[in-house]
């Protein structure tokens, strides 16, 4: 094999038949200069076992946290840091499949530009899972390809990058846990603030996958997002209040009226009837409302809860 070109990165969490799929799909890709580091986030299913006897056609490296403790993407996407020596890192989610071109699509940006490569997705249950479906009409998907992005769009899943930026930031910030999300928003938003507006839309780099959660479940994530991970983005970034809208509906004086509005209970429960009957084009904004309100339900209810345990008095 010539110089390597690559170490991609993917975490993994007791979902060994998705990163089979995922390791098969690198067998595929026409660019073949990449080592594949599997960083295992306290697997129970075999995973370590597996990965043990594994024998790709490319290099395949693996970690695991000390006694295989379970400690989210943040940390498990770190055990990559001293492994790295490849002039790039690659990120794949181990429940996606790369297509062949993939990492191929990635480098002839990277080596055009000295900027983050964001791939797309191709989402093979769309049609029959609204989630997925508004997942494809919103954020990233507004862009044309080649765009600049904001950091509130950097999926970690489908991404590259010089290997450097990853090593001088240190990684991604380990606070963020066992909680959902946000980990990807923060670091775009230190990726940004030390070299620039960098995040560049790349949709010839694809991955397929299948959306598992059903639209009750992803809203769920929304709200224990805004309960914790979306509170320490704003408390790590308060220069960054344009984030999820946050400088108009925390700050401004009819973003508190909007948002007073809109987080009523009755309000959501109707959006969430409409949904059941609406015509396809008047999803995507109900859906768009309904994980506005977790996010901000989560943050408010979570915020009220701490204020009661400060003021309540000591038994």
Known sequence: MSEKRFDVVIPTH??????????AALERQTERRFRAIVCVDGSTDG????????????PLAYRAHPNNEHRGWSATR????????????AFFDS???????????????????????????????AERNEWAENLLERGVYKYADGDSISPK???TANSAMP????????GFDERFGLNYGGEDTEFGLRL????????????????????????????????????NNFRLILATHPERRDVYRAGFFLDSALGKVARFALLRSPVARAARGLL???????????????????????????ERAEAKRRTAPNE
């Not at 993939?102 to 990277?110: M, Q, R, S, Y």
Request: charged letters at 25%; glycine letters at 6%; a negative charge.
């Open 14 to 23: 007791n979902n060994l038949p998705e990163l089979k799929r995922c390791l």
């Open 47 to 58: 995973t370590l076992e597996w990965l043990a006897e594994a024998a790709p056609s490319f």
């Open 78 to 89: 770190n055990l990559a840091l001293d492994l790295i020596d490849a002039p790039f890192v």
């Open 95 to 125: 429940d996606v499949e790369p297509l062949p071109d993939a990492l191929a699509e990635h480098l002839a940006l990277l080596e055009r530009e000295r900027v983050l490569s964001s791939g797309g997705y191709v989402y093979r249950n």
């Open 153 to 155: 769009y950097f999926d």
């Open 163 to 170: 290997a450097e930026w990853f090593l001088e930031l240190g």
């Open 192 to 227: 940004e603030a030390r070299f620039g507006k960098i995040l560049r839309v790349n949709f010839a780099a694809l991955v397929e996958a299948d959306y598992n959660a059903d639209l009750d479940g992803a809203l769920r994530k929304r709200r224990n997002f805004g309960a």
């Open 276 to 302: 059941r009957i609406a015509p396809r084009f008047a999803k995507s904004p109900l859906v768009n409302y309904l994980s506005f309100y977790n996010i901000y339900r989560g943050k408010r209810d979570a």
